[in-house]
């Protein structure tokens, strides 16, 4: 069922479990929460996050692509030429997605902040050149940034960017 994208959950087996068990003539059998960790065990079940959309590139023209067509480009550079860059999010004001605490005692959480920097890292294909990486904030002289005299990273700013004013104001 997985490999035409339907999602099976921890119930949907349970009650599956429980229509076999009542075919098969095991009256007893109650599929509790105890059973379905112990069967997930056994048959090396996980939960996992899934992927968007990933499922929708087609694996062989990708495969094909990058062994016919990309090396056709990358035979006339030298791997110290090439190079890559990709961006990333930094959301420092977020709260971790989970916690410790004892088995009766209720757990609530807050709305996540949106507030972050955006990141660009860029290297060559060897690791032996790699570039400053780019800081991008909401404002242009970030109160968090008064004073100092030099960063380890290169900084703009974006009017656009999720960075709340409140946080890093001028």
């Known amino acids: 069922m997985r490999d035409k994208n339907v999602l099976i959950s921890g119930p949907f087996i349970i009650e599956k479990a429980l229509h076999f068990a009542k075919a ?19 048959h090396g079940i996980m939960a996992k996050a899934i992927s968007s959309e990933s499922k929708d590139v087609d694996d062989n023209h990708s495969e094909n692509w990058i062994t016919e067509t990309l090396n056709k480009i990358l035979k006339d550079y030298k791997p110290e030429n090439i190079f890559n860059a990709d961006e990333t999010a930094l959301f420092f004001q977020c709260l971790p997605q989970k916690t410790l605490t004892f ?8 709305k996540q902040s949106k507030a972050r920097l955006s990141a660009i890292l860029g290297a060559n294909m060897t690791g032996h050149q790699k570039s400053k990486p780019l800081a991008i904030g909401r404002n242009k002289n970030p109160r968090c940034l008064k004073g100092a ?9 974006n009017k656009k960017s999720w960075m709340t004013s409140e946080i890093c104001e001028k």
């Open 24 to 42: 098969l003539g095991y009256e007893e059998f109650r599929g509790i929460n105890g059973w379905f960790e112990i069967f997930k065990r056994r």
């Open 149 to 157: 005299k030099s960063l380890e990273v290169d900084y703009d700013f």
């Open 103 to 110: 088995k009766k005692e209720n757990c609530f959480g807050g």
